[in-house]
C-alpha cells in the first residue's frame, strides 16, 4: 500500500517561510514524478511544484518562481518544497503526490497522479 507522508505547514506571517517535506513508501518505481499541488477554499487544485525521476529535474509554477524551491532524493523518494517571501495568495491545503507512468506533458495535471498525501495546511497572514 502506497503512502505518502507529508510534514511541514503552518501559520505564518507576510514575507515568511515554511517547508514542507513528503515522503513516500510501500513501493518501488523505477520512473515517477513527485509533485507538490495546493488548492484554497473554493478553488481548483493547482500545481505547485514537480521533481522527475529522471535527472532529478524539478519544475515550478509561474506564480511561486523565484519564492519557492523543491528539491528531491530519488532513493529516498522525498520531495521537499522550500517556500519563502509567502504571500496570502500563498494560503492553501498543499497535498504531496505521486505519478508512477512519468508522463511529462502531464506533470502539471493532477489527474494524472495516482497517489495523494492527506495534505497539511499552510496560512499566510498580513
Known amino acids: 500500500q502506497v503512502q505518502l507522508v507529508e510534514s511541514g505547514g503552518g501559520s505564518v506571517q507576510v514575507g515568511g517561510s515554511l517547508r514542507l517535506s513528503c515522503t513516500a513508501s510501500g513501493r518501488s518505481w523505477n520512473r515517477y514524478h513527485m509533485a507538490w499541488f495546493r488548492q484554497a477554499p473554493g478553488k481548483e487544485r493547482e500545481f505547485v511544484a514537480g521533481f522527475r525521476w529522471n535527472g532529478g529535474y524539478t519544475y515550478l509554477a509561474d506564480s511561486v518562481k523565484g519564492r519557492f524551491t523543491i528539491s528531491g532524493d530519488n532513493a529516498k523518494k522525498t520531495i521537499s518544497l522550500q517556500m519563502n517571501s509567502l504571500k496570502p495568495e500563498d494560503t492553501a491545503v498543499y497535498f504531496c503526490?505521486?505519478?508512477?507512468?512519468?508522463?511529462?506533458?502531464?506533470?502539471?495535471?493532477?489527474?494524472?497522479?495516482?497517489?495523494w498525501g492527506q495534505g497539511t495546511q499552510v496560512t499566510v497572514s498580513s
Open positions: 503526490a505521486v505519478d508512477p507512468n512519468a508522463i511529462l506533458s502531464s506533470l502539471r495535471l493532477p489527474g494524472q497522479y495516482d497517489y
